[in-house]
Each structure stands twice: as structure tokens, then as C-alpha cells.
């Protein structure tokens, strides 16, 4: 089985400073981790992944996320955060090797304030 | 290239009546994903389709769900007969079959029984 814990139902941050939404995940074998973000009435748009490799990854706008194994964590974070980073954020995980599905977290709204 | 298609985007219903809802993946992906998302149970898998054969459909609710891809462009899912706690957003994501590949998601359909 295989499941992601978001442990913040919404995260504040004022504009220009630093965001982190926390994500840690469970699954037997190797993860396979993403983010996505949903602005409202939309769907789902893809920000980065974690496959392999180096374990810091950099994504759409201004976006990465740090995959830490030994916490089973794959947080998200941004140096400066954006009035227009506001949304709900879904992080989302599925094993290396058999069923493709994904299985998402619970998501967490980041309000930025100006 | 256009995205993922989804047709009706919104859709208004009275219990009993029959929901067709429909999908037109990216063209080339090999993988078809139809989640449901709910303010009770987030972003659930419904089913998957590999070149157009059902993987997956653990996630069904029951029988009153089905869901076709007859051909690599198209999809429907059908909901007979529809109940109130049917109304949901559902969204279709198609991926290509490379590893790691990642899920892209349509706008969603909005629909709500009453």
C-alpha cells in the first residue's frame, strides 16, 4: 500500500518570502514522487517530479523540492513566494515498478499575502 | 498540442438519469487515468487504461460505474443510474509509457446529481 501525508490543511506567507509545503510519503519499494498545483475550477498542472538522481529538484516557476529518503519526505519549497503562488498544492506518489497510479495527498492551500 | 479534453465540463443531473462523461487524452499517450475528487475523499483513482485495456479498476465505486476506451483518442465514463453522492469533479490524466513518466491532467468535469 502506498499513501501521502500532507500535514498542513493551509500554509500563510507573506509575499517575497520563503515557502515550504511539507509532504512525506509511504511505499514499499522505490517512490516515484510529484507536485502538482490546482487553481480554482481547474485542473491539475504538473510542477516537478522526483525519478532518480539528485535528490534536489527544480521545477516550473520557481518551484523544487528537496526528496529525502531516510525522512520519506519530499517537500516543496520556493525562495521568494508570488501573490499568484496562491492555489492548493497536491503531492502525489506511486512505486517505481508496477501499478501506475498515483495516490495523492489531501492537498495544502498556500495563501500569499501581499 | 491541446491537453487532455474533457466534455461536459459541467454537468447538471437528477438522480436516476444516466451521466456519460468524456476524455480525449494526448495524443501518443499509452496510459489513461479517470480520478474523482471530493471534499470527503480528495483525489481518488477510478480506473486506468493501458493501450486502451482496463489495468485497474479497483477504484470503482460499484456497478453503477463503467468506463470504455475504444479506441487511443477517446474515453467515457458512465455513471447509470447516477445518485447525489455521485456529484464530484471527476478528471481524466493521460501519461505517456516511459519511465517516470508523468500524469497530465484535463479541466475536469463538474458534476452534480441532484
Not at chain 1, 105 to 113: M, N, P
Not at chain 2, 15 to 22: K, P
Not at chain 2, 52 to 73: C, H, L, Q, T, Y
Amino acid at each position: 500500500a502506498q499513501s501521502v501525508a500532507q500535514p498542513e490543511d493551509q500554509v500563510n506567507v507573506a509575499e517575497g518570502n520563503p515557502l515550504t509545503v511539507k509532504c512525506t510519503y509511504s511505499v514499499s519499494g522505490n517512490p516515484y514522487l510529484f507536485w502538482y498545483v490546482q487553481y480554482p475550477n481547474r485542473g491539475l498542472q504538473f510542477l516537478l517530479k522526483y525519478i532518480t538522481g539528485d535528490n534536489l529538484v527544480k521545477g516550473s516557476y520557481g518551484f523544487e523540492a528537496e526528496f529525502n529518503k531516510s525522512q520519506t519526505s519530499f517537500h516543496l519549497k520556493k525562495p521568494s513566494a508570488l501573490v499568484s503562488d496562491s492555489a492548493l498544492y497536491f503531492c502525489a506518489v506511486r512505486r517505481d515498478t508496477g501499478r501506475r497510479a498515483l495516490t495523492f495527498g489531501s492537498g495544502t492551500r498556500l495563501q500569499v499575502q501581499p | 498540442d491541446a491537453g487532455v479534453i474533457q466534455s461536459p465540463r459541467h454537468e447538471v443531473t437528477e438522480m436516476g438519469q444516466e451521466v456519460t462523461l468524456r476524455c480525449k487524452p494526448i495524443s501518443g499517450h499509452d496510459y489513461l487515468f479517470w480520478y474523482r475528487q471530493t471534499m470527503m475523499r480528495g483525489l481518488e483513482l477510478l480506473i486506468y487504461f493501458n493501450n486502451n485495456v482496463p489495468i485497474d479498476d479497483s477504484g470503482m465505486p460499484e456497478d453503477r460505474f463503467s468506463a470504455k476506451m475504444p479506441n487511443a483518442s477517446f474515453s467515457t465514463l458512465k455513471i447509470q443510474p447516477s445518485e447525489p453522492r455521485d456529484s464530484a469533479v471527476y478528471f481524466c490524466a493521460s501519461s505517456p509509457g516511459v519511465v517516470g513518466e508523468t500524469q497530465y491532467f484535463g479541466p475536469g468535469t463538474r458534476l452534480l446529481v441532484l
